[in-house]
């Protein structure tokens, strides 16, 4: 197969574009450069769209000997993930950009591009698997559950997964840092990406307010009485404690912690941490990663974030929407993230919630 290699410049995406090329097939390196001026991006290696990282991108695909070429993904990565990013923050909700990222620019505009270029598919380093059956390719976990990234491809519809090749499911971590090395790739120990790309500092509030302005609000308890004041309510998420700055505290000095965040009156909401369960979550935008969910309440287990412990559930998908009630209530869970929900390792749907309860 003609095969498209996105390499960010990171240990995954190299060994993953070799194995590509081991099996035969005729691969091309790409790397995505996501800023038109990448120094204002973060420096090192915690992102994973620096300047420095596409040096390393191009020295791996020599090592590997496949040609290279950087695409310029700016003006699309910042229309849909960097303005959806600030637009989410001050709806109130709690976006995940690395999510928006893959659906927009890694899989849809460059599986897109990919195919009217004549190429089969596009292969990354993510950790995940694919599985071929009768019904079409269907995403599952992959093998190393510390590196599991199936949560944030589950954004994937079933065309872009039967065009996506992740050739490290089955392979844990440790030995993928082995096998770079073995195949003479100076990024073997380099560390792996973190945090939000297009945050410099990882100081998520502070980039907002720079860029959307700061206006003093008040932080009221569920009574509506004042306890302190805030410079954007679209700084903070549910379930937050710390950095609260209140000027009244707990009779018993016990933490208060955001239950909501109201965006039209700037206003946000705290109290006690068990005011955070919830039992139920509703998410719209659904996207179905396999098989139709056929009518009726299913059996699974619905995720909530990257790293986060599946929980046990009961789903039904009906006009467009995608409800999971939990067998046991839930701490902190913002609308704006994803819920995705699985069938043992199977990624069945995922959703952008917008109710709990």
Same mark, same amino acid.
């Not at 089969?120 to 510390?146: C, F, M, N, Q, W």
């Not at 239950?259 to 919830?278: C, F, Q, S």
């Given at each position: 197969?003609?095969?498209?290699?996105?390499?960010?410049?990171?240990?995954?995406?190299?060994?993953?574009?070799?194995?590509?090329?081991?099996?035969?097939?005729?691969?091309?390196?790409?790397h995505?450069?996501?800023?038109?001026?990448?120094?204002?991006?973060?420096?090192?290696?915690?992102?994973?769209?620096?300047?420095?990282?596409?040096h390393?991108?191009?020295?791996?695909?020599?090592?590997?000997?496949?040609?290279?070429?950087?695409?310029?993904?700016?003006?699309?990565?910042?229309?849909?993930?960097?303005?959806?990013?600030?637009?989410?923050?001050?709806?109130?909700?709690?976006?995940?950009p690395?999510?928006?990222?893959?659906?927009?620019?890694?899989f849809?505009?460059?599986?897109?591009?990919?195919?009217?270029?004549?190429?089969?598919?596009?292969?990354t380093?993510?950790?995940?698997?694919?599985?071929?059956?009768?019904?079409?390719?269907?995403?599952?976990?992959?093998?190393?559950?510390?590196?599991?990234?199936?949560?944030?491809?589950?954004v994937?519809?079933?065309?872009?997964?039967?065009?996506?090749?992740?050739?490290?499911?089955?392979?844990?971590?440790?030995?993928?840092?082995?096998?770079?090395?073995?195949?003479?790739?100076?990024l073997?120990?380099?560390?792996?990406?973190?945090?939000?790309?297009?945050?410099?500092?990882?100081?998520?509030?502070?980039?907002?307010?720079?860029?959307?302005?700061?206006?003093?609000?008040?932080?009221?308890d569920?009574?509506?009485?004042?306890?302190?004041?805030?410079?954007?309510?679209?700084?903070?998420?549910?379930?937050?404690?710390?950095?609260?700055?209140?000027?009244?505290?707990?009779?018993?000095?016990?933490?208060?912690?955001?239950?909501?965040?109201?965006?039209?009156?700037?206003?946000?909401?705290?109290g006690?941490?068990?005011?955070?369960a919830?039992?139920?979550?509703?998410?719209?935008?659904?996207?179905?990663?396999?098989?139709?969910?056929?009518p009726?309440?299913?059996?699974?287990?619905?995720?909530?974030?990257?790293?986060? %412990?599946?929980?046990?559930?009961?789903?039904?998908?009906?006009?467009?929407?995608?409800?999971a009630?939990?067998?046991?209530?839930?701490?902190?869970?913002?609308?704006?993230?994803?819920?995705?929900?699985?069938?043992?390792?199977?990624?069945?749907?995922?959703? %952008?919630?917008?109710?709990?309860?």
């Amino acid at each position: 197969m003609k095969l498209i290699a996105a390499m960010s410049g990171g240990v995954d995406s190299a060994v993953a574009a070799a194995r590509a090329v081991e099996e035969g097939h005729e691969v091309i390196g790409v790397h995505l450069a996501l800023s038109s001026n990448p120094q204002k991006y973060r420096s090192g290696a915690r992102g994973c769209c620096t300047i420095e990282d596409s040096h390393d991108a191009r020295r791996a695909a020599d090592v590997i000997g496949i040609p290279f070429y950087i695409w310029d993904m700016a003006e699309e990565f910042h229309e849909n993930v960097v303005e959806n990013f600030m637009s989410e923050y001050k709806a109130g909700r709690t976006p995940n950009p690395c999510l928006r990222c893959n659906e927009k620019i890694k899989f849809a505009a460059v599986l897109d591009r990919a195919k009217k270029m004549g190429f089969d598919g596009v292969i990354t380093g993510h950790y995940a698997r694919t599985v071929d059956s009768p019904e079409g390719r269907t995403l599952h976990r992959a093998i190393d559950p510390l590196k599991d990234q199936s949560y944030v491809l589950a954004v994937l519809n079933r065309e872009q997964i039967s065009g996506a090749i992740f050739p490290l499911g089955d392979t844990e971590k440790v030995d993928i840092r082995i096998e770079a090395e073995r195949r003479g790739l100076a990024l073997a120990q380099k560390p792996d990406s973190h945090d939000i790309c297009f945050v410099p500092s990882g100081d998520n509030a502070g980039w907002l307010r720079d860029r959307m302005g700061s206006e003093d609000g008040p932080i009221v308890d569920q009574d509506g009485k004042q306890l302190g004041t805030h410079k954007g309510a679209y700084t903070y998420t549910i379930g937050q404690r710390k950095g609260l700055g209140l000027t009244v505290p707990t009779a018993d000095g016990s933490p208060r912690f955001v239950l909501k965040i109201e965006p039209v009156t700037n206003t946000v909401v705290v109290g006690a941490r068990e005011e955070l369960a919830i039992s139920s979550m509703r998410g719209e935008k659904t996207i179905v990663c396999g098989p139709e969910i056929t009518p009726g309440t299913h059996r699974g287990f619905v995720q909530v974030r990257a790293h986060g %412990t599946p929980l046990p559930a009961t789903y039904s998908y009906e006009n467009g929407y995608l409800t999971a009630h939990l067998d046991e209530p839930l701490l902190g869970l913002a609308t704006g993230q994803a819920m995705v929900i699985y069938e043992g390792d199977r990624v069945v749907a995922s959703a %952008t919630i917008c109710e709990t309860a």
